[in-house]
Every structure is written in structure tokens, then in C-alpha cells.
């Protein structure tokens, strides 16, 4: 039988308070050291709350917040991919440098899907078919 790793917590109501501690933590490395995060953070201060307005009912309003809070988390995902194969080593290596791409794609593609959402909910009601 394996041991349990000694970097697990056991649970209860401090393991759920210390992990809200490392999430914040989680978003304050993100905004000190990755730009695209902070970009992507402003645009969705801005568009979160238009969305909210242009949403005729809650599943419109989710759809365009909701995609702009998935293009963070991607961020958030990517830029943790790209950490973790700076702190590997910062020499080229193809499986490093292939990790970071397809973080960046997964980024692209939800991005495209947060345009092609906005697009979907809105452009009905300009250009009705």
C-alpha cells in the first residue's frame, strides 16, 4: 500500500479555508506576473457587466459572462503550464515548448468560443434573419 503524500491536507473546514487562501494567492501570483491575465482581467471588468445588461434573461447573461470568466481560468491554466516548464528549466526543450503552446491554443480556442457566444446571443438582435 503507498503512503498518502505528506503534501495533502485531510480535509474539513480548514483544508477548505487554506485552499481559498491558495487561490487568492493562486490570483495575485497571476496578476503580478502575467500580463495576458491582466489584460484579459480588464476586458472582463468591462464586458462582464455589459454582458449582464445585455442579457435578456439569466441564460443569456451566463452565456456572455460565463465565456469571459472560462477565458481566465483557461489564462489561469496556461500560465500555470508555463511556470511549471520555467521552473523545469528555461533552455529550449520541444516537450516544454510544446506544453506551452497548446496552453496558448486552448487559450486561442476559448477565446473564439467567448467571440462566437457573444456573436450567437447579440447578432440576432441586430441583424434578425
Known amino acids: 500500500m503507498t503512503q498518502p503524500s505528506p503534501y495533502k491536507s485531510t480535509g474539513g473546514l480548514l483544508r477548505i479555508a487554506r485552499a481559498f487562501v491558495y487561490s487568492l494567492q493562486g490570483l ?13 482581467t480588464a476586458l472582463a471588468v468591462i464586458l462582464i457587466p455589459l454582458g449582464l445588461w445585455l442579457g435578456n434573461d439569466a441564460l443569456e447573461r451566463l452565456l456572455l459572462a460565463g465565456a469571459l470568466v472560462l477565458v481566465l481560468v483557461m489564462e489561469l491554466i496556461n500560465s500555470a ?20 503552446d497548446i496552453g496558448s491554443a486552448a487559450v486561442l480556442l476559448m477565446m473564439l468560443l467567448t467571440g462566437a457566444t457573444w456573436i450567437a446571443v447579440l447578432a440576432p438582435r441586430w441583424w434578425p434573419s
Open 81 to 100: 503550464i508555463e511556470a511549471l516548464a520555467d521552473a523545469i528549466s528555461t533552455d529550449h526543450h520541444p516537450l516544454l515548448g510544446r506544453a506551452k
Open 28 to 40: 495575485g501570483a497571476a496578476w503580478r506576473h502575467e500580463a495576458a491575465f491582466r489584460q484579459e
